[in-house]
T-cell receptor, first 115, second 113 residues
Framework: NAGVMQNPRHLVRRRGQEARLRCSPM?????VYWYRQLPEEGLKFMVY????????ESGMPKERFSAEFPKEGPSILRIQQVVRGDSAAYFC?????????????FGPGTRLTVT | QKEVEQDPGPLSVPEGAIVSLNCTYS??????FMWYRQYSRKGPELLMY??SSGNKEDGRFTAQVDKSSKYISLFIRDSQPSDSATYLC?????????????WGLGTSLAVNP
């Protein structure tokens, strides 16, 4: 049973470009969470999605960031007009429908570097 | 003040030592308390969770929650070099659709052979 898959594992973008991060949840999981990890700030929740719905986006920056989880295909975290401060590791987690918070299974992360 | 405080270390111990890791928190509404292990360049991996107060043991690992003091601990007995990693505490309200995890900074642990 494959775990949570994220691609690309490493992404380099110049300031002003767009970054698209993909997350394929574990088989049978319909809930996806995105977290960002910065060295001095630790892991921070960004957004929680179910298929075709955003459930909680309280951690998403108001501008430039968006997320989707379509009926078919992976969840996408999109960052427009990237700035150096967006450089971080972005982790996706998935869980079965409903459930408890400890049932979030994490992918290996995408490391975004903005030059 | 951060919602969850965790000393980042680093912590260095000899093989076989008992390791004590801990976090404090400010939100008394947290219900779930988790410990994750993260190896370099990898995603967090759940080690243990506790609901509300009390102790939980799993092999060499013991998790404790003291809600009156807003303090949680993870103990590792007979530590091994393979335990060298960053240990993260995380907490959650789990109220309705609020399932986000609130994290400590993580404590870097090195177990020396």
């Amino acid at each position: 049973n494959a775990g949570v898959m994220q691609n690309p594992r490493h992404l380099v973008r110049r300031r002003g470009q767009e970054a698209r991060l993909r997350c394929s949840p574990m088989k049978g999981h319909s809930h996806v969470y995105w977290y960002r990890q910065l060295p001095e700030e630790g892991l921070k929740f960004m957004v929680y999605l179910q298929k075709e719905n955003i459930i909680d986006e309280s951690g998403m920056p108001k501008e430039r960031f968006s997320a989707e989880f379509p009926k078919e295909g992976p969840s996408i975290l999109r960052i427009q007009q990237v700035v150096r401060g967006d450089s971080a590791a972005y982790f996706c987690a998935s869980s079965p429908g409903g459930g408890v918070p400890y049932e979030q299974y994490f992918g290996p992360g995408t490391r975004l570097t903005v030059t | 003040q951060k919602e969850v405080e965790q000393d980042p270390g680093p912590l260095s111990v000899p093989e076989g030592a008992i390791v004590s890791l801990n976090c404090t928190y400010s939100n008394s509404a947290f219900q779930y308390f988790m410990w994750y292990r993260q190896y370099s360049r990898k995603g967090p991996e759940l080690l243990m969770y506790t609901y509300s107060s009390g102790n939980k043991e799993d092999g060499r690992f013991t998790a404790q929650v003291d809600k009156s003091s807003k303090y949680i601990s993870l103990f590792i007995r007979d530590s091994q070099p393979s335990d060298s990693a960053t240990y993260l505490c995380a907490m959650s309200l789990n109220a309705g659709n609020n399932r986000k995890l609130i994290w400590g900074l993580g404590t870097s642990l090195a177990v020396n052979p």
